[in-house]
Antibody, heavy 121, light 110 residues
């Protein structure tokens, strides 16, 4: 059974950095891309990035280029999102999601439980 | 990247049908048959309801259906039930390994 388990909630000061992990199980990690999606409180879902879990190649949404880094550790079947120079408006739930197995694969069948990052002074 | 356009809210009575639209451009919704729909309850992760415009994953009731015409995709929920009350998001592939979500629609079952 496929599971994506994310790290716990974080509270950070403005200007700090945060690293969120997403541990995959139940499938071959390198066979499916991982996406990251953000949802600010009461707001819509925002697509952040696509990462090829095999090669590590990443495509970023233009909005998130610059302060965010996406990596993965294939030996640990884990993907990471690191956001630096945190601002109040970065307060959000961050989700990882796995691309689909069938059809185009261009959708998210499996989601992590979400990690709430709160930026507060 | 701006969001796909969805109505902020729709409503219907139990047993009725509702349709939620998702309007993009000829570069995303209109160009690719890679539109998916997600249901989200408060405080929960989204759940896939429709993929590739009109395909329904195993376990999703056949009351949920999807379609597309030009730059607009639609999610139709027939035979509304109280448990369908949730937020719904569309998502489209936009080329070059980028995706975009809609603004979300709150469905209220009256």
């Amino acid at each position: 059974q496929v599971h994506l388990v994310q790290s716990g909630a974080e509270v950070k000061m403005p200007g700090a950095s945060v690293k969120v992990s997403c541990k995959a199980s139940g499938y071959t990690f390198t066979s499916f891309a991982i996406h990251w999606v953000r949802q600010a409180p009461g707001q819509r879902l925002e697509w952040m990035a696509w990462i090829n879990a095999d090669t590590g190649h990443t495509i970023y949404s233009q909005k998130f280029q610059g302060r965010v880094t996406f990596t993965r550790d294939t030996s640990a079947s884990t993907a990471y999102m690191e956001l630096s120079s945190l601002r109040f408006e970065d307060t959000a739930v961050y989700y990882c999601a796995r691309e689909g197995l069938y059809g185009s694969g261009s959708f998210y069948t499996y989601w992590g439980q979400g990690t709430l990052v709160t930026v507060s002074s | 990247q701006s969001a796909l356009t969805q109505p902020r809210s729709v409503s219907g009575s139990p047993g009725q049908s509702v349709t939620i639209s998702c309007t993009g451009t000829s570069s995303d919704v209109g160009h690719y048959n890679y539109v998916s729909w997600y249901q989200q309850y408060p405080g929960r992760a989204p759940k896939l309801m429709i993929y590739d415009v009109s395909e329904r994953p195993s376990g999703v009731p056949d009351r949920f259906s999807g379609s597309k015409s030009g730059n607009t995709a639609s999610l139709t929920i027939s035979g509304l039930q109280a448990e369908d009350e949730a937020d719904y998001y569309c998502c489209s592939y936009a080329g070059n390994y980028t995706w975009m979500f809609g603004g979300g629609t709150k469905l209220t079952v009256l």
